[in-house]
């Protein structure tokens, strides 16, 4: 069982960064793949990125890619997500998940443990 907490959302202007931060309970983080997703008002949750347990392997979705960077500390069982160069349409709840699985997937449904989720607002 894992329980995640995610934390630093905010109001910030286009163009500026935010860094999410998930901490996990539980036993056994450093086996888990973690991912974040988010879902916008009115559109359906959508991945945003997940790194492997080591953390040498990361898959981003094309709309963030060069621009949000995710990483891990085993040792603090938190997960990251460094957001640089913000844009509106970034507007949305942010949510952490973990898979017990190895393998790096985009789909929710491969996950099984959520976060509460966080906001993130980018104002033009």
């Known amino acids: 069982q894992v329980q995640l907490v995610e934390s630093g959302g905010g109001l910030v202007q286009a163009g500026g960064s935010l860094r999410l931060a998930c901490a996990a309970s539980g036993r056994s983080f450093s086996a888990y793949t973690m991912g974040w997703f988010r879902q916008a008002p009115g559109k359906e949750r959508e991945f945003v990125t997940s790194?492997?347990?080591?953390?040498?392997?990361?898959n981003y979705a094309d709309s963030v890619k060069g621009r949000f960077l995710i990483s891990r500390d085993n040792a603090k069982n938190t997960v990251y997500l460094q957001m640089n160069s913000l844009k509106p349409e970034d507007t949305a709840v942010y949510y952490c998940?973990?898979?017990?699985?190895?393998?790096?997937?985009?789909?929710?449904?491969?996950?099984?443990?959520w976060g509460q989720g966080t906001q993130v607002t980018v104002s033009s």
């Open positions: 998940a973990a898979r017990s699985l190895s393998r790096i997937v985009t789909s929710g449904n491969e996950y099984e443990y």
């Open positions: 790194i492997s347990w080591s953390g040498l392997t990361t």
